[in-house]
């Protein structure tokens, strides 16, 4: 039984990761997830308390093999910046050649699970903001440049790290 319910575990991620591979995090609803995977959708409850748990879960299994990757460069006998090149390539290499997911694991905002606790995303925000403006206030720098444009970019940046919808 226990054999079983791991087997239906491992479907259950290898079809998640199908499906946002394929359209992102949209593309996954657990019914769909259910579906590839050829279990029900309580069974995916019974592994994964939330959507979202799966999502993280997902990740996190894509971000272990990763580091698993990086390690293994980083313990090869070369120069360390030959070693960083390699574990660049390494990655971007493999980013596109999975663009969907990629794109997914990277930049694609999947359905927040719980409110953000305000006073953490405050400081978060105000500090982004603030070191997003080291390099144009410098005083070797020319303070002339695209100010329009920096001040969206920052408020873009802002907005989604809080949630916002795009606009």
Known sequence: MEERLAG????????TRRLVAAGGYRNAP??????????STGL???HFPSKA?????????????????FEAIAAEPL????????AITAFVRRALA???L??????EQAAAADALDTDVAAAC?????????????????DAHGDQTALVESICVFCLRAAGAPQV
């Open 79 to 86: 120069p360390a910046p030959e070693r960083l090149r390699r």
């Open 8 to 15: 239906a575990r491992e479907r259950i991620l290898l079809a």
């Open 53 to 69: 748990e799966l999502f993280v879960e997902v990740l996190t299994d894509a971000v272990e093999h990763e580091l698993r990757i």
């Open 44 to 46: 995916i409850y019974r």
């Open 98 to 100: 999975g663009p969907g």
């Open 30 to 39: 657990v019914t769909a997830v259910a579906a590839e995977a050829g279990v």
């Open 102 to 107: 990629a794109y997914a694991f990277i930049a």
């Open 125 to 141: 925000i105000v500090g982004a903001f603030t070191e997003a403006l080291v390099g144009p206030t410098a005083p070797s720098r």
